[in-house]
């Protein structure tokens, strides 16, 4: 994923170990003294620097992506999600006096969503309207918006702070790996023989 790579390793075949490892930690931000060419000084959100002061600031990251990871992979074998998840999801939800529907996990425009929000890096590093521009290429920056509050709305993704950031819930996880278990795994081999 870039310069950013989960591994996983089998340990004597009882844990599975994860770690995060990366080549250039520019790739994550951190809150630090910024020294501008005009000789003054500032505080705020910029990139890692590849120095020993980074070090506390990239471990907090990798961890945090560590964990984010594996909240992922333990939700890939869940069995069910329940009725009261399914209509959470399936509904339409009011926010405001603006309707936003719900999703279908049969639809090929929110299956392409769902295998979308599931890239790697999204789960390292979150995502921004523009990444996500990138991956639906044939919707609008108004439409994207739309579909970010939409997400938001049902509980499938959270905002980080006060950044234009956003991550995966662990509800998000859960329906978005059960969605996607359920087409490729079961769904789509039984039509298959039919």
Do not use: C
């Not at 009011?94 to 996990?105: A, D, P």
């Amino acid at each position: 994923m870039g310069p950013v790579a989960i591994k996983m390793y089998d340990k004597f075949n009882l844990v599975l170990r994860i770690e995060t490892t990366v080549n250039n930690v520019s790739f994550f931000r951190q809150y630090r003294r910024v020294n501008h060419r005009d000789g003054s000084t500032s505080m705020k959100w910029a990139p890692m620097k590849k120095t020993l002061y980074s070090l506390a600031p990239l471990q907090e990251a990798l961890l945090s992506a560590n964990h984010r990871y594996l909240k992922f992979i333990s939700e890939i074998q869940t069995p069910e999600v329940g009725v009261e998840k399914l209509h959470r999801l399936a509904e339409t939800r009011v926010e405001n006096q603006h309707r936003y529907k719900g999703f279908n996990l049969f639809a090929e425009e929110d299956i392409f969503l769902f295998r979308s929000l599931l890239r790697g890096e999204f789960f390292i590093r979150g995502f921004t309207s523009k990444d996500l521009r990138q991956q639906l290429s044939h919707k609008n920056s108004g439409q994207i918006t739309r579909l970010l509050k939409r997400l938001r709305v049902h509980g499938l993704i959270k905002k980080v702070g006060r950044h234009y950031r956003y991550y995966l819930t662990d509800f998000g996880r859960q329906v978005i790996a059960m969605a996607l278990k359920l087409r490729e795994i079961v769904v789509i081999p039984e039509l298959a023989q039919a």
